[in-house]
């Protein structure tokens, strides 16, 4: 006897491929564009890190008092900023800094 | 044969290279593990290391890797004959291109997202990285040849295409200040934008646009500029290096990426317009058109290319095998990947979907246009109008009139060049100040820097002939592929793994792609010491000539030295007594 619930996994798998469509056209139309804006905050994200906690790098913009009280803002910033500052980077890496 | 027996075996190659000669590399050498960290997750910055799930990243690498490439190669290569082409696209695939991508992947992943820039300084020597950036600055500057050419000389001079083109570029920009100033939904954007881009096409078609086009052309017979060079190939060459003026200065929001983003949507639709297309119409391949022509591809009144070993393997690099998608694989998707288990998916899958396009663009040549014509048309050196009156015959079959067809494809093909350009030309300012940057110091500024890469390339694209430029675009591709396959085959000798399945690929692209760059450098040289050519095919062949030579040596260098590392013994590290 045929399982009554048979369609159900046919229903599940057409979605399942309709999802992976979607995701496919998103990443060769849109994906690209949210990647830029990202990158243009993270930018700006760690402008701003590096305003404040400037003092780590011996760049002093921001006097200490005024960094303190900035800092628990700052913190969830500073391990993506730290990646990304120390990170070596190659000739092939640079075009992507140009904007 | 029929051309759907054509997909057939394009399918049965996917089939066959996929699901069982990559899952069983992947499975028994590489051996992804699912469970280890990923760079996109350890070095999560929000910049350049971020996980994107495994489809999204499909369509990314896809989109970054098909460009004019697997379309304008197999449409020369079929010179040899359809058959030796068809073969090279499957066969090349299958054991060879996707070896490169995903690996390329592969290494970037397990080496936490250093580029093959940084792995040749640490796996073969100090010059090896100065040479492979040189390489590359060549590579690049024969990218704005091949593909300034193609666009400015063949098919922008068509007056049916011109306001289509501009028009895009000026929706682009809408589509821009749509999304991000005015904040409206991207979905209204898009229809709104494709919509009248597609009539901006149309428009192109109708009579006064044509005769004003006509008239900025210089009427029918465009007039002589210097040289070979008409006043219209002069005029729309200037246009396309403007427009990669802007592309590689003005804000990436601004111009290069929502133009991107409304010209994907022109060619996806025409790509899937035409597979519709031939899939109604079926057609048999035409009994005249040769399956093998001869060796020497010589096809009918067209002028010989060439000894099919080594041209044929160079001439289709995109869709059998390309260098770009190295650069992509290892600086882009490497460091988005969010499990190691999605690499060959990713890497592996998007070429074989590009060996798709190839195979389709090479039934456009063979049964959309047919042997006649085609000789007709490549006599005349529009290899790309081969293409565009390919796909005009395709969407006919689903209603579409060839009137609109024929200027729509040469705007596809014109968007596919532009969209790389702009980062070719943005790549080669920031090279350029790299290298220069302390003994000229001007050269850092971002106007400068664009404009000397410009010139390098108007040079390029003023002089010569582009059947030449064209295979050393596709050598200089193929040496960078090997190149990345050599560094590969080091990075997987340092892990103590089996090497050969991608050393052997290596040695035959790398003494291919040597072979037709020596064997280009002779006929440019003999042509030239032949004598009686205009003043521009003179100096563009002893600037192809040279540039051959130099690429030539620059790869035997390194691949002198890459060969002396691979030699050296594996440093086998002991335990620290205790």
Redesign the interface.
């Known amino acids: 006897m045929a399982n009554p619930l048979r369609w159900l996994n046919w229903r599940h798998t057409l979605l399942n491929a309709w999802?992976?469509f979607k995701?496919?056209?998103?990443?060769?139309?849109?994906?690209?564009?949210v990647?830029?804006?990202?990158?243009?905050?993270?930018?700006l994200?760690?402008l701003f890190v590096l305003i404040t906690m400037g003092d780590w790098l011996g760049i002093p913009i921001l006097p200490p008092y005024y960094a303190l009280r900035l800092l628990p803002y700052v913190l969830p910033q500073i391990p993506?900023?730290r990646?990304?500052l120390l990170?070596?980077r190659?000739?092939?890496?640079?075009?992507?800094f140009?904007? | 044969m029929n051309a759907i027996t054509v997909f057939i075996i394009s399918l049965v190659g996917i089939g066959v290279g996929y699901f069982l000669y990559a899952k069983s590399i992947d499975r028994a050498i590489i051996q992804p593990d699912s469970n280890k960290i990923t760079p996109a997750k350890m070095?999560?910055?929000?910049?350049?290391?971020?996980p994107?799930?495994r489809?999204?990243?499909?369509?990314?690498?896809?989109?970054s890797v098909a460009a004019l490439g697997p379309i304008v190669g197999p449409i020369v290569a079929i010179q040899w004959g359809w058959l030796p082409a068809l073969l090279w696209i499957v066969l090349g695939t299958m054991f060879i291109g996707w070896v490169q991508d995903y690996a390329s992947i592969m290494v970037g992943v397990r080496e936490e997202g250093?580029?093959?820039?940084?792995l040749s300084f640490r796996l073969i020597s100090r010059r090896a990285?100065t040479i492979l950036?040189i390489f590359?600055y060549a590579y690049l500057l024969l990218i704005m040849a091949a593909f300034g050419k193609i666009v400015g000389f063949d098919l922008m001079t068509n007056p049916a295409v011109p306001l289509g083109v501009l028009l895009v570029m000026v929706l682009g920009m809408v589509a821009g200040h749509m999304?991000y100033k005015l904040k409206m939904d991207?979905l209204v954007t898009t229809s709104v934008t494709v919509v009248l881009a597609f009539f901006g096409i149309w428009l192109g078609t109708i009579g006064p646009v044509k005769s004003l086009f006509l008239a900025i052309n210089g009427g029918a017979t465009s007039p002589l500029l210097f040289g070979s060079v008409t006043w219209a190939q002069f005029l729309w060459s200037i246009v396309v290096l403007l427009l990669c003026y802007l592309g590689a200065t003005l804000?990436?929001?601004r111009w290069a990426?929502?133009i991107?983003?409304v010209a994907?949507?022109i060619v996806?639709l025409g790509i899937v317009g035409g597979t519709i297309g031939i899939v109604i119409w079926h057609p048999a391949i035409p009994a005249d058109f040769p399956a093998f022509s001869n060796f020497e591809g010589k096809l009918g009144e067209l002028k010989a290319l060439g000894p099919l070993w080594p041209l044929l393997f160079v001439t289709i690099a995109c869709g059998a095998i390309s260098g770009w998608h190295s650069?992509v694989s290892s600086?882009g998707t490497a460091r988005q990947l969010e499990v190691e288990t999605d690499a060959l998916y990713v890497g592996g899958g998007a070429m074989f979907l590009e060996m798709f396009l190839a195979t389709l663009s090479l039934l456009c040549a063979v049964v959309g246009v047919g042997y006649e014509k085609y000789v007709v048309l490549v006599s005349k050196g529009a290899n790309a109008g081969v293409f565009a009156n390919g796909l005009a015959t395709f969407l006919n079959k689903i209603g579409i009139p060839v009137s609109f067809g024929l200027p729509y494809g040469s705007v596809f093909l014109t968007l596919m060049a532009l969209t790389i350009m702009y980062?070719v030309v943005?790549?080669m300012?920031?090279?350029s100040a790299?290298f220069l940057g302390d003994a000229v110091p001007v050269i850092r500024n971002t106007a400068v820097g664009t404009i000397v890469a410009l010139a390098l390339s108007a040079v390029m694209i003023w002089t010569g002939f582009w059947s030449y430029v064209w295979i050393l675009f596709g050598g200089s591709n193929q040496l960078m592929a090997s190149i990345a396959l050599l560094i590969i085959s080091l990075w997987l000798k340092s892990k103590e793994k089996n090497y050969l399945w991608a050393f052997v690929p290596f040695i035959f692209m790398f003494i291919t792609s040597i072979a037709a760059l020596l064997n280009t450098a002779w006929q440019v040289i003999t042509a030239n010491l032949r004598g009686a050519l205009p003043i521009d095919k003179l100096i563009g062949n002893w600037i192809a000539g040279g540039l051959a030579i130099f690429l030539s040596i620059a790869a035997l260098i390194l691949a002198w030295d890459a060969i002396k590392a691979l030699m050296r013994p594996a440093k086998v590290s002991k335990p620290a007594e205790a």
């Not at chain 1, 190659?90 to 992507?96: E, G, I, K, M, V």
């Not at chain 2, 489809?55 to 989109?63: A, R």
Request: with cysteine; proline share 2%; charged share 30%.
């Open positions: 999802r992976a995701d496919v056209i998103y990443g060769m139309t849109t994906y690209e564009m990647r830029d804006l990202k990158k243009e905050r993270a930018r994200e760690h993506g900023w990646c990304c990170r070596e190659d000739l092939t890496d640079l075009t992507d140009e904007t | 070095y999560m910055d929000g910049v350049d290391f971020t994107a799930n489809n999204v990243l499909f369509g990314y690498q896809f989109k250093q580029t093959f820039g940084a990285r950036l590359i999304t991207i804000p990436i929001w990426q929502p991107n983003y994907f949507w996806f650069l600086s980062l943005r790549f300012r920031v090279a790299e």
